[in-house]
């Protein structure tokens, strides 16, 4: 069964750096997310990837986040400069994306940890 | 703006017995649609159901039921005959279609513990 497969699964980061979270979404879905959940808390949603570009952001998603899609499977999210706010789960997800409700069912991978010291 | 409201942080129960689950959700638009998530302890997401705001029908997957009721803004989860692999957070989460975005509204969560 495909599945959205995300890298690395922990990440340590020592705080004002730069790092990178990899996704691959399932092969023929066209919708990309990144959500994050601070732990013990709810899962937020950060931003949506359509058609090669943003298509919403959160309040969350500051100039510090940015999305991209390198070539046409990996889905990657870099926050330039991290804070230790930034420390939290982060979940790509990927849903199909065609007319119909079953296109909102959204996929989500294993999660990478962001630990920021 | 929409809304997911799980009211219970933390249902315990004991292995066999029935456990619901609550959400009740806010929006202003007259199509959305209703998601359950469960989280076990080593930490993915799992999606369980999907729902449409036009399609009322209960339905029962095995151990699984869900009860959406319109009128009370309201999509409950039972669990029956619970077992301990049923412990986890589960998320109750709403999606509507207003142009491209489609991100998920989720609830805080319900943590279910099932004891043995």
Not at chain 1, 15 to 33: A, D, K, T, W
Request: with cysteine.
């Amino acid at each position: 069964e495909p599945e959205v497969t995300q890298t690395p699964s922990h990440q340590v980061t020592q705080m004002g750096q730069e790092v990178i979270l990899r996704c691959v979404p399932i092969s023929n879905h066209l919708y990309f997310y990144w959500y994050r959940q601070i732990l013990g808390q709810k899962v937020e949603f950060l931003v949506s990837f359509y058609n090669n570009e943003i298509s919403e952001k959160s309040e969350i998603f500051d100039d510090q986040f940015s999305v991209e899609r390198p070539d046409g499977s990996n889905f990657t999210l870099k926050i330039r400069s991290t804070k230790l706010e930034d420390s939290a789960m982060y979940f790509c997800a990927s849903s199909l994306g065609l007319a119909g409700a079953v296109s909102y069912e959204q996929y989500f991978g294993p999660g990478t940890r962001l630990t920021v010291t | 703006a929409q809304k997911v409201t799980q009211a219970q942080t933390e249902i315990s129960v004991v292995e066999k017995e029935d456990v619901t689950l609550d959400c009740v959700y806010e929006t202003r638009d007259t199509t959305y649609y209703l998601f359950w998530y469960k989280q076990p302890p080593s930490g993915e997401l799992v999606f369980l159901i999907r729902r449409n705001s036009f399609d009322e029908q209960n339905e029962i997957s095995g151990r699984y039921s869900w009860n959406f009721q319109k009128s009370t803004s309201s999509f409950n989860f039972t669990i029956t005959a619970s077992q301990v692999v049923d412990s986890a957070v589960y998320f109750c989460a709403l999606s509507v279609p207003s142009g491209s975005a489609r991100q998920l509204t989720f609830g805080s969560g319900t943590q279910l513990t099932v004891l043995p």
